[in-house]
Each structure stands twice: as C-alpha cells, then as structure tokens.
C-alpha cells in the first residue's frame, strides 16, 4: 500500500514537470502569458512534492528564495515581481526536462553501447583522445548518465588481468582513463547548445546569441582538449597495443553520435533563422522531436504505425521515471533562476556599478577576478551556476562599459567548465569518484590539480589580454 502511494506521487511529479515545459513551450512560442502563469506553480508543486528527496544544498536554495521573495514582497508592495520571476526561473526545468527524453533514447539505443565499448577497447596510443572524444560526446546525449556509462565500462575493461598482471600499468590506466573521460565531460558546456550552461547564460544575457558565440565556445573547447592531450603525452609514456580491436568498425557508431548532435544543433539554428525565436527556445521542442524520432527507428521492426506507438509509450513511461529523478538539479536550476531574476526588483539601477567603481578594477581585471571568484567558490562546494546566476543578473541590470554581453558569455563559461574540473565538490566529480572508487579529491586535486591550475591561469592570462 504505502509503496503503491509512493509510485503514484512520483507519477504525479513527473506529470508536473511535464506540463511546465509545456507551459514554457507555449508561451515562448505564441506568446501565451498565462501559460507561464500555469507553469510557475507547477514548479513549486513540484519541489514541495519532492522536498523529502532534495539534498541539503538544494533545500538550502528553496529558503534563501523563499526569504528573497518574502523580502521582494515587503520592498515592492506586490506579489507580480515573485509570480513574473517564478515563471522565469521555468525555464531550466523546461530544458532539463527536455534533454531528458534525448537521454531516454540515447540509454536504451544499441548504437550507444556499442559506440562506448570501442572506445573503451582503443590501444594505448589512441586511448586517451579516444576517451576524451567519448566523454565529450556521451556527456552531450545523456550528461552526468552518460559520464556513468563510460566511466563503469572503463571500470570494467581495466582489470589487472587486462593489465598483464601489472599493477602499476594498472594504475597507470586508469588514471589516464578517467583523466581523459573527466577532462573530455568538462568541456561540453564550453560551446555545446544542448548544454545547460549554455541555455542558462544566454538567457541571463539577452544581447548574445549562440551562433555569435560559437566560434570562440568552439575554440575554447579545442584548445582545452588539445592542453589535456599534451599533458597526458608528456607525463606518461607511449604504450603498445596487446589485442587486437574487438569491432573495427565501431568508429561509425561514434561518428553517428557525433552527427546527431550536429543535426539538432543545425535544426534548431534554421528554425532561429525563420522564425526569430531564439535557439535556446527551439531546443525545447527539437530535442524531444529527436528523441521520439530516435526511438521509432530503434523500433521499426514492429512496422512504422507500431513503431511510432511503441516510441511514445516509451518515451511516456520513461519520463514518468526519470522526471522524478531530477528534482535535485530541477531545484537547483529553479532557484537560481528565481534569485536572478529577483535582482532587478531588489537593487537599485546603479549598485553594481557603485560597488565596482568602489573596488578600483579595470575591466580586464574585473574579468579576471569574475573567473577566479566562481573557481575559488566552487572549491568550497558553491556550484558556479549560482555564482553566475547572480553575477550575470547583476550585471545584466547594471552593464559595465567594456563588459559585453558575448564577453560575458565567453568568461563565464571559460570559469564554469575550467572550474568543474578542480572541485572536488561539483556533482559530476562526486559521481565519477563513486564509480572508480577513488576519492573526488585524489581525482581532482592530485591527479587533475596541475591541469587545472594551468588551464585557468591561461584562461585568465587570455581574458586579461583580450580586448575588452
């Protein structure tokens, strides 16, 4: 009994977060206010439903919103400024929830599988750019599952048996894996449009557009890889392959992943192009599409009407598991959200800008300390996306000359991709550090420590130095 009610309040759950993205949806495209209207209280029910689940940081955010809005409340004599910032703050939900039906297709499709295990199975020599290209790709189709997909067929694969009995080779292996893995999920929020990074800057910075970005997301994320290669080249020696590939022809899978995600991302820039809607809206539709579309072709043995009802029921009953499972990132992209779109209602036009000139900061610099700020914070376990939820909020009501919106974008995702990978804190340390039974801090500090530390200095010496 008591388990049957559970399952039916999870249901109820997963039906909310459903029709918040529909909501999102409908008024992002017809222009329909009240449908955020609708949407807003359906995230609070949500999270009050999910309140038993929530980690500690997570119900921390749900107080201090609550505090802010009672304090918006008192300061603006009107309760329009929480309602309009509550339906602001659905949109992260509506694109996480969006991406989730892309990761259900992803999950259960064998070309996935089959993608990881050639990329598990590459010889020495092209390993590490192997599983870098692998975590980069995994992490864009299905996130932090698809960091735990490969990472536990690493886990697997490298065995000391493997390893010829050495279990300093072993070592060796698999700190060169997971190096590669780690470094190759940490830039997917670099460029990629599928990305939560991406989709929560732009919309704290209406004057960039990702298309406008891209060149310098893309840049950023070559060079990280590149600076990852090099020093795993130089720190540890060239090995040889001891067998031969299980399935030559893998590669096709992997390339097919790739042109997928190239796909969505061209589909969703046409539909920017005719309709003027922005890209991070399309996303919202286009990716479900996908999903849907992927799962009819992994069924087409039942015929395309039993396919086509096949991958909705599917997708349906998916979903209705899965939204439950994100009430944790669902809260902490909620509330952050909220906190900066509180911003505005709670300061007066000019603060920001009186509390930079007070610190006597160029612009280069102030860019330098930004990066550093959200790095140094998320050691001691505050997520950058609440760091730049505020910064940008701030800066978005407040503009500093020399500061523009695609500056903006470019440092902030430099600091929030770079940073991942030194705390030891962040989520997607914690869950790799759970799966190949090494301490998150070992991964990030010791083994990752060096790489860190000198991806950042650079990226602060090149913000520095960049025109501002």
């Not at 004599?77 to 892309?102: E, K, M, N, Q, T």
């Not at 994100?326 to 509390?355: C, H, K, R």
């Amino acid at each position: 009994m008591e388990s049957s009610l559970f399952e039916r309040a999870r249901g109820e759950d997963a039906a909310l977060l459903a029709l918040v993205l529909a909501g999102v949806i409908l008024r992002a495209y017809f222009g329909w206010a009240a449908a955020g209207y609708v949407a807003a209280p359906m995230l609070v029910a949500y999270i009050v439903l999910e309140w038993p689940r929530l980690r500690g940081n997570a119900r921390a955010l749900v107080l201090v919103s609550a505090i802010v809005a009672i304090w918006a409340a008192l300061v603006t004599r009107s309760a329009w400024p929480i309602l309009d910032g509550l339906v602001r703050a659905c949109f992260y939900p509506a694109f996480l929830a969006a991406l989730g039906f892309l990761r259900d297709a992803a999950g259960s499709s064998p070309m996935v599988a089959r993608a990881g295990r050639y990329l598990v199975d590459q010889p020495p020599a092209r390993r590490y750019v192997a599983l870098t290209f692998g975590g980069h790709i995994f992490g864009i189709l299905l996130n932090m599952g698809g960091l735990a997909l490969l990472a536990g067929m690493l886990k697997q694969e490298n065995t000391l048996e493997s390893a010829d009995g050495d279990a300093r080779r072993l070592a060796i292996r698999e700190r060169r894996m997971t190096l590669a893995v780690m470094r190759g999920f940490a830039a997917m929020p670099m460029w990629c449009p599928l990305s939560i990074t991406m989709a929560m800057l732009f919309s704290l910075t209406p004057g960039a557009h990702w298309n406008e970005y891209a060149p310098y997301g893309l840049g950023l994320t070559a060079v990280y890889l590149t600076l990852g290669w090099l020093f795993d080249y130089l720190q540890y020696p060239r090995g040889v392959a001891t067998k031969p590939e299980r399935d030559p022809l893998g590669w096709t899978a992997a390339l097919a992943m790739l042109v997928q995600i190239a796909a969505i991302t061209l589909i969703a820039l046409a539909l920017e192009r005719v309709t003027k809607i922005p890209f991070v809206t399309h996303v919202l539709v286009v990716v479900p599409a996908f999903a849907l579309g992927w799962l009819i072709l992994q069924n087409l043995r039942l015929g395309a009407l039993g396919a086509a009802v096949e991958a909705a029921r599917a997708l349906a009953e998916r979903s209705a598991i899965a939204f439950p499972s994100y009430a944790n990132e669902v809260t902490l992209f909620a509330t952050s959200g909220f906190l900066g779109a509180m911003i505005p209602a709670l300061l007066p036009p000019d603060a920001v800008q009186a509390a930079l000139a007070g610190l006597h900061l160029s612009t280069q610099l102030l860019s330098v300390v930004i990066v550093l700020a959200v790095a140094g914070l998320g050691m001691i376990g505050l997520n950058p996306m609440i760091t730049l939820t505020l910064l940008l909020g701030a800066l978005a009501h407040s503009p500093v000359e020399g500061l523009s919106p695609l500056k903006l974008v470019i440092l902030s995702a430099g600091a929030w991709s770079l940073s991942n990978g030194l705390s030891p804190l962040n989520g997607s340390m914690v869950l790799l550090s759970n799966i190949v039974k090494v301490p998150s801090e070992t991964i990030t500090l010791r083994w990752n420590g060096a790489f860190a530390g000198a991806t950042i200095a650079l990226f602060c010496a090149a913000i520095y130095f960049a025109s501002p």
